[in-house]
């Protein structure tokens, strides 16, 4: 089981609409979750990060946290074709908290 | 304007040839980080370092070396030693130690092998 999942996609979605991108992990002992948007050819960019179970909201997007599923999504509304980019999930180690573990990253393309 | 520099933008290297690729900040940040990325896989930490003068591996830093003499530098030296060296290097930095903070990259350098 890899320590951090996504579905590499690509998830088309039209523009206006909701865009879910998901992810799962296996660190049972994570406190720290963070969401990076990475264009192509281009370096990831943060836009969202999350410490507490339920939702936390910036703008369009929200990241949602489940620990007891080791479960966290995010949420981006009114989807844009700007939107289109890959997405990486990022968890915090418990074992060693200097260290970020990433997904392969699900990567969304917003259709006119 | 603080942010993370890296350069050179695009490296190439003969066989058998050392190569630096430089990250400087100025966001007086403590950590300091370089990843790999290669297609399909998420990042993947090489070396990393909280303080100066100190620093520790990560989880790929086989034919790779780096210093941390200065807090706001990072340099990452590629071997000969790296068969493989093709990839997207990319350094990002992060607060101080402990404090859950994210990590925030620089643009990036794309090395190649000639």
């Known amino acids: 089981q890899k320590e951090v999942e996504q579905n590499s996609g690509p998830l088309s979605v039209p523009e206006g609409a909701i865009a879910s991108l998901n992810c799962t992990y296996s660190d049972r002992g994570s406190q720290s979750f963070f969401w990076y948007r990475q264009y192509s050819g281009k370096s990831p960019e943060l836009i969202m990060f999350?410490?507490?179970?339920g939702d936390k909201e910036d703008g369009r997007f929200t990241a949602q946290l489940n620990k007891a599923s080791q479960y966290v999504s995010l949420l981006i509304r009114d989807s844009q074709p700007s939107d289109s980019a890959t997405y990486l999930c990022a968890v915090r180690s418990s074992y060693n908290t200097d260290k970020l573990i990433f997904g392969t990253g699900t990567r969304l393309q917003v259709f006119p | 304007d603080g942010g993370i520099t890296q350069s050179p933008k695009y490296l190439f290297r003969k066989e058998g040839q050392n190569v630096t690729l430089s990250c400087e900040q100025n966001?007086?940040?403590?950590?300091m980080y370089w990843y790999r990325q290669d297609p399909g896989q998420g990042l993947r930490l090489i070396y990393y370092?909280?303080?100066?003068?100190?620093?520790q591996k990560g989880d790929i830093a086989e034919g790779y070396s780096v210093s941390r003499e200065k807090k706001e530098s990072f340099p990452l030296t590629v071997t000969s030693a790296q068969k493989n060296p093709t990839a997207f290097y990319l350094c990002?930095?992060?607060?101080?130690?402990?404090?859950?903070?994210?990590?925030?990259f620089g643009d990036g350098t794309r090395l190649s092998i000639l």
């Open positions: 370092s909280q303080i100066v003068n100190d620093f």
């Open positions: 999350i410490y507490s179970n």
């Open positions: 966001l007086n940040h403590d950590a």
């Open positions: 990002a930095s992060s607060a101080r130690r402990g404090t859950g903070q994210p990590q925030h």
